[in-house]
């Protein structure tokens, strides 16, 4: 299996340090509002990934942090007049929602920054110590110079960046490619004890540590969209290899921008659709197949009549799933077996995702595979049940499985159960929040109402969960 490295510009031999174990880390959001249908390529891309290197037999610790502590969130919190724990807590619960909803597999581990303070010190120390990093009354900074290999991730020059350089003006660094470790605390914002006084850390380092701390030392594969190259994956690299003397990282994957209009989709310039925005006007399966239908390398062009595209091409292989469903209920071994080798296209859908997981072609792959059995199914009346069972074992493994596109085990939940399923848990959302606010009476009509009709909520450990009794 080939994987194209950022850091080299080439596909390379993928080699994990310690097989069949993979580390991999993808950088996350950070929780200041819900995230846009540009992150959610980056999430579902990156989950696609992992999920082809469980299907390869690999033991995968797949680690993806939750920046709980930025200007961004402080900002918010202002304007919205709570603290900033608040903040996170609500866009971290809504993250979990929508990831949930897009179908993405649940990572090993979801770190938050906040809770990684003390290691993020440790690194700070360390650089310090060295002579890398600079306090300058409270802010400490990172000197860039001293790192003789900065500019290998993103192949830039340092000469080049300080002269055309868009970086932070700051009149306390030295060097204005410098960046911020650790800022000192400003009145208001939320702050932690450390050798240089009160204050925050710096986004890159954030990384550095929960990478380091969850994931070791040299970490196999590195993950995140392009904008992240420079400075924050440069950064971290900077970071690290200092501190530790070893290579931070081994693979890094970087995934193209989502455009609307061939231009970024981004907060900042408000050309956005919320994920839950999206994936409430279309289903999980259609918005992963119009992603997999690129390559996550490449840019892509959000657009309503590809996602039709796409919804249509979902149509077909779900009918053949449930045809396929309906012909293993009435076929036995005795009935025809097409001549069909299921293990052909199973090697195409694995060259295809070997090299450096080309989504297009194993998509195809799948294609290719859904006409041809159309074709013996509208032909036969019966077919062997051994070559029907194979066919759905090749669906539930590739389109499953790996791209995340069918759900064979929830095919038949209609979309109506899921709406109820969503109401109740609005529903007992506000139930929790009428608790907060002491309104108890208000808090135990939802419950008592909602039991009436046979939807029983049990309060346990992680929260509120329902069950609904059923009425046959
Ligand atoms: P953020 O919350 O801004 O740190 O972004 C979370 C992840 O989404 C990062 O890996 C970003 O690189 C990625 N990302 C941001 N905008 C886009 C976009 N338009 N298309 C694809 N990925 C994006
Ligand atoms: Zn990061």
Redesign the pocket.
């Known amino acids: 299996m080939v994987i194209y490295n950022t850091l080299t510009k080439k596909k390379e031999e993928f080699q994990p340090i310690n097989p069949p174990n993979v580390t991999m880390y993808?950088?996350?959001?950070?929780v200041y509002d819900y995230?846009?249908i540009?992150?959610a390529?980056?999430?579902i891309m990156s989950d696609i990934i992992r999920r082809y290197l469980e299907y390869k037999g690999y033991k995968v610790t797949y680690v993806q942090n939750l920046?709980d502590i930025d200007d961004k969130i402080i900002k918010k919190s202002i304007e919205e007049k709570i603290s900033t724990e608040q903040v996170a807590e609500k866009y971290i619960k809504a993250f979990f929602e929508d990831i949930k909803k897009m179908n993405v597999k649940v990572a090993t581990k979801y770190p938050k920054a906040t809770e990684h303070i003390q290691e993020m010190i440790e690194i700070i120390k360390k650089l310090e110590a060295k002579g890398v990093a600079y306090n300058k009354d409270g802010n400490v900074f990172y000197d860039v110079s001293k790192f003789p290999e900065y500019g290998k991730l993103s192949g830039k020059v340092i000469d080049e960046l300080e002269s055309g350089a868009r970086v932070e003006v700051n009149d306390e660094k030295n060097n204005p490619l410098d960046f911020s470790l650790w800022k000192k605390a400003k009145e208001g914002e939320p702050s932690w004890d450390s050798p240089w006084g009160k204050g925050r850390p710096g986004w890159h380092i954030e990384c550095s540590a929960m990478n380091l701390k969850h994931l070791g030392v040299t970490t196999d594969i590195h993950?995140?969209?392009?904008?992240?190259i420079f400075p924050h994956h440069e950064n971290e690299i900077a970071q690290s290899e200092m501190a530790n003397e070893k290579t931070f990282v081994n693979y890094w994957i970087h995934?193209?921008?989502?455009?609307i209009r061939k231009e970024?989709?981004?907060?900042s310039l408000g050309n956005?659709f919320t994920a839950r925005e999206v994936f409430s006007k279309y289903p999980f399966g259609v918005i992963r197949l119009f992603f997999s239908q690129s390559h996550y390398r490449g840019p892509l062009d959000y657009d309503d009549e590809l996602l039709s595209a796409a919804g249509k091409g979902l149509e077909k292989i779900n009918n053949l799933v449930y045809e396929l469903k309906k012909q293993i209920e009435k076929s036995d071994d005795n009935c025809y077996s097409p001549n069909i080798n299921i293990d052909d296209y199973k090697k195409t859908f694995e060259n295809a995702m070997d090299d450096d997981f080309n989504t297009p072609q194993a998509v195809a792959t799948i294609f290719d595979f859904v006409r041809d059995i159309n074709k013996e199914l509208s032909s036969n009346n019966k077919i062997s049940k051994t070559f029907v069972g194979d066919s759905i074992n090749f669906l539930k493994n590739t389109a499953q499985h790996v791209l995340g596109i069918i759900d064979l085990e929830k095919e038949d939940k209609s979309e109506d159960i899921e709406l109820v399923e969503d109401l109740i848990n609005i529903l007992t959302s506000i139930r929790k929040k009428a608790k907060a606010e002491k309104l108890y009476a208000f808090a135990d009509d939802i419950r008592d109402r909602l039991n009436e009709i046979g939807v029983i909520l049990q309060d346990g450990k992680n929260g509120t969960e329902f069950k609904i009794k059923r009425k046959s």
């Open positions: 993808s950088c996350g959001p950070t995230f846009h540009g992150n390529r980056t999430f920046t993950a995140g969209g392009n904008d992240l995934f193209g921008f989502l455009n970024k989709m981004s907060k956005f």
